[in-house]
């Protein structure tokens, strides 16, 4: 079993920075990508912005030059820089890994997401 715990959501005026920071543990051999993920209400989850175990990532294109994913391989964490926020940011975030257990199981978990609302 992998676990992921979110933190770092909460109330932004627009314009305004958050980070955000995912924690996976349990029996983890390997983690291939790491990434974030977002739901507006009413819409369907999309991505945000994924980084793989080399350092590759890539962007949605309304995120680009405003938020930036990085990795901390050591301690299984991924982070999510997210600079000038607008309100269409507001959705609840998710993190998601792919990966290897060491009983060499492929799994692929979800946080329990964390809500960010970009309003004055």
């Known amino acids: 079993q992998v676990q992921l715990v979110e933190s770092g959501g909460g109330l932004v005026q627009p314009g305004g920075s958050l980070r955000l920071s995912c924690a996976a543990s349990?029996?983890?051999?390997?983690?291939?990508?790491m990434g974030w993920y977002r739901q507006a209400p009413g819409n369907q989850r999309e991505l945000v912005a994924r980084?793989?175990?080399?350092?590759?990532?890539n962007y949605a294109d309304s995120v680009k030059g405003r938020f930036t994913i990085s990795r901390d391989n050591a301690k299984n964490t991924v982070y999510l820089q997210m600079n000038s926020l607008k309100p269409e940011d507001t959705a609840v975030y998710y993190c998601?890994?792919?990966?290897?257990?060491?009983?060499?199981?492929?799994?692929?978990?979800w946080g329990q997401g964390t809500q960010v609302t970009v309003s004055s």
């Open positions: 998601n890994a792919h990966g290897s257990t060491w009983l060499l199981e492929e799994f692929g978990s």
């Open positions: 349990g029996s983890i051999f390997s983690i291939n990508a």
């Open positions: 980084i793989t175990s080399g350092g590759s990532t």
